[in-house]
């Protein structure tokens, strides 16, 4: 995604970072230290603390970001074991998730331990940020609430399901943008354009990955295609979909069908036909590329600098890395 190499220090604040998380995580009990152990060892691409890190450096100034970046992951990570126990998620960044492993009782407990170990022990409880990060994750909580609240709702909204991925997604990449950039020394300006970066670009990251579950046929993986909609959560192009005159009717019946039949992959290839025909996929990828350039555009106000053109390398990987099946996009 981008080269570490280019950004004095960046690969060992990483490497800080994971030690916080080890700190801030290590338990007395050895069946909730195996569990920390798997947690760290099937750690993702680690995004949030890369975005972290990256806006400390945005005025150039050298900031210890990593215990900031830690926090923020460890209450990132302990959202996506919670849940996985909610969707009876079977896998997390492609191995077993704690739930499959150690049942759903146990992961529960061990979210909660990632959660109150770090608040005991983690020393940043006086910046002014940290209260902040509290108030996004209740902002998350509800996105996630009112997301769980609409599931098999057909007349959901496009204004409600982007409101729900600015509360459940953008809220965190806020906190972890802004803290960084807190940490750099940025001005409010500079964290106000921070932060609406950060919405604009948990837009893209979500709405890019809803289009992945509609699309994906990977066994690599390990993701079932359709299952969102399969679930009830009804993302963009369906939404879209749902609206057209001739092919919504058509897609609420398949979505009632998926509901009540435990064997429904009979219908993955026409819910792609109807999908593309009504334009669902072409209009989430146009809005992919509107929120992009929002995004992009919030860092005009900072100089060049490498973590600058390293946060518009991110960015761009999302959409220059959008599911293969471009036909998909056309419509009729």
């Known amino acids: 995604m981008i080269d570490y190499s280019e950004i004095k220090g960046l690969d060992q ?5 994971n030690e916080h998380i080890r700190r801030l995580c290590k338990s007395d009990d050895e069946v909730m230290q195996k569990m920390m152990d798997e ?4 750690q993702g691409k680690q995004i949030r603390p890369l975005l972290t890190l990256l806006c400390s450096r945005l005025n150039q100034k050298r900031a210890d970001a990593s215990e900031t970046a830690a926090v923020i992951e460890i209450c990132h990570t302990a959202s996506l074991i919670h849940d996985d126990i909610i969707d009876h998620s079977d896998y997390r960044r492609g191995k077993p998730s704690l739930q499959k492993q150690f049942g759903p009782e146990m ?10 170990s770090t608040i005991g022990r983690t020393q940043l409880t006086n910046k002014p940020w940290y209260k902040k990060m509290f108030q996004y994750l209740e902002v ?3 996105g996630e609430v009112s997301q769980y609240a609409h599931q098999f709702d057909m007349d959901i909204t496009e204004e409600q399901y982007i409101s729900n991925i600015i509360g459940k997604t953008s809220a965190m990449f806020i906190i972890a943008c802004e803290s960084g950039a807190y940490e750099g020394k940025c001005s409010y300006q500079q964290r106000q354009a921070i932060e609406r970066f950060a919405k604009y670009f948990g837009l893209v990251f979500q709405i890019r990955d809803d289009l992945s579950d509609l699309l994906s046929t990977k ?5 079932t295609i359709h299952s969102d909609l399969k679930n009830g959560y009804y ?3 369906v939404i879209h979909t749902f609206s057209h005159p001739i092919y919504g009717e058509q897609l609420r019946e398949i979505a009632k ?5 435990v064997d429904n992959t009979q219908y993955d290839e026409t819910i792609n036909k109807i999908i593309r025909s009504a334009g669902g996929y072409a209009y989430a990828v146009k809005q992919i590329k509107k929120y992009y350039e929002a995004a992009v555009s919030e860092l005009r106000l900072f100089k060049d600098s490498p973590s600058k053109k390293a946060l518009l390398s991110i960015t761009a990987y999302l959409i220059d890395h959008l599911p293969e099946d471009h036909f998909l996009y056309e419509g009729d």
Do not use: H
């Open 235 to 237: 993302t963009l192009p």
């Open 219 to 223: 066994k690599s993986e390990r993701k």
């Open 140 to 142: 998350m909580c509800n």
């Open 13 to 17: 604040d990483l490497k800080k970072v």
């Open 107 to 116: 992961a529960v407990y061990a979210g909660d331990f990632m959660i109150f």
């Open 257 to 261: 069908k998926v509901r009540r039949e």
């Open 39 to 42: 947690v760290i060892l099937a």
